[in-house]
């Protein structure tokens, strides 16, 4: 297993449809168990293909402890809408408000090539939305107002200057934590969000 660079905005993989992936091979399995290590390392809760520089229709999710693997994933019910601050591993230190469904039902192939279906609900939901727009090519700053989107590029121009080629490269140990800084968060306020990076 290995930590893979993430792609940051800029790359255009992450505006990149993806293809149905055909099946689930041993490259296929290695590549969700490498994501699966990234994810960890970055500290998010999610983590699509796109994202390590693959267009494969696949993402690992891991919200309260419950790592799930989806290979060409759909969602087939949905439920509910919440309006959340939302933030992405591909662009860090950007955060903004996006409204998903509150419950939805996905189905999806697992990673021994059978169909399964399962049912997510509130922030498990709202990964597994973050994540298959990833597979679609969109990110959560689509969803944010004119106004707020320029404001966002303004900051991002200076942002990405850290990551040459667009590439954020994880060094274990080294990166942010995003746990500090929401415990920083608060401090300031007990009802400060849980930003998620996803
Ligand atoms: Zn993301």
């Given at each position: 297993m290995a930590v893979l660079d993430i792609r940051v905005l800029g790359d255009p993989i992450?505006?990149?449809?993806?293809?149905p992936t055909p099946a689930v091979t041993e490259?296929?399995?290695?590549?969700?168990?490498?994501?699966?290590?990234?994810?960890?390392?970055a500290e998010?809760?999610?983590?699509?293909?796109p994202q390590v520089g693959c267009s494969e229709r696949v993402f690992v999710m891991d919200v309260d402890e419950n790592?799930?693997?989806?290979?060409?994933?759909e969602i087939i019910e949905r439920e509910g809408s919440e309006r959340a601050e939302e933030g992405c591993l591909s662009?860090?230190?950007?955060?903004?408000?996006?409204?998903r469904a509150?419950?939805?039902?996905?189905r999806a192939t697992g990673l021994d090539g059978k169909p399964f279906e399962v049912e997510l609900t509130d922030l498990a939901a709202r990964c597994m939305q973050h994540e298959?727009?990833?597979?679609?090519?969109?990110?959560?700053i689509d969803y944010m107002s004119l106004l707020k989107r320029?404001?966002?590029?303004?900051?991002?121009?200076?942002?990405?200057?850290?990551?040459?080629?667009?590439?954020?490269?994880?060094?274990?140990?080294?990166?942010?934590?995003?746990r500090s800084r929401s415990r920083d968060k608060s401090a300031n306020s007990a009802t400060a969000p849980f930003e998620p990076e996803l």
């Open positions: 992450l505006r990149t449809r993806t293809a490259a296929v399995r290695a590549l969700v168990a490498d994501m699966f290590e990234t994810m960890y390392a998010g809760i999610g983590l699509a293909a790592p799930l693997a989806m290979i060409n994933p662009i860090p230190e950007i955060f903004g408000d996006v409204d509150t419950r939805v039902v996905a298959l727009d990833h597979l679609d090519g969109k990110l959560f320029k404001f966002t590029a303004r900051k991002w121009e200076k942002e990405a200057a850290s990551y040459p080629g667009f590439i954020r490269k994880l060094e274990p140990g080294k990166q942010r934590s995003r």
